[in-house]
Nanobody
Framework: QVQLVESGGGLVQPGGSLRLSCAASGGTLDSYNIGWFRQAPGKEREGVSCIGRSDESTYYADSVKGRFTISRDNAKNTVYLQMNSLKPEDTAVYYC????????????????????WGQGTQVTVSS
């Protein structure tokens, strides 16, 4: 089973940017759709974005559309989440996860579809 490691989190001021990375080992990411999820303190984990195996489909939560961009580099076995115009409400632990199941705009946020999860990386947006 593929292992995932997230990186790139940190403390950033409102309006700033961060790029999260999700690197895989023990397998190749090109076999999976990849999702990014986040969990803020006291809240349930929620879907942020998802990308298809060959970059053919991308999905975003309404709260991040136009600000976040998901991408993948299968040659580097890595998926990225570029986050711009960050807001304090983006503060959360961000996780990446894999799924072998085909996802659609209606199903990609279903966490039960995702098998392997990383340990998460903290993103804090604060002045």
């Amino acid at each position: 089973q593929v292992q995932l490691v997230e990186s790139g989190g940190g403390l950033v001021q409102p309006g700033g940017s961060l790029r999260l990375s999700c690197a895989a080992s023990g397998g190749t990411l090109d076999s999976y759709n990849i999702g990014w999820f986040r969990q803020a303190p006291g809240k349930e984990r929620e879907g942020v974005s998802c990308i298809g195996r060959s970059d053919e489909s991308t999905y975003y939560a309404d709260s991040v559309k136009g600000r976040f961009t998901i991408s993948r580099d299968n040659a580097k076995n890595t998926v990225y989440l570029q986050m711009n115009s960050l807001k304090p409400e983006d503060t959360a632990v961000y996780y990446c996860a894999t799924t072998i199941f085909r996802v659609t705009s209606r199903t990609w946020t279903g966490q039960h579809l995702f098998g392997s999860w990383g340990q998460g990386t903290q993103v804090t947006v604060s002045s």
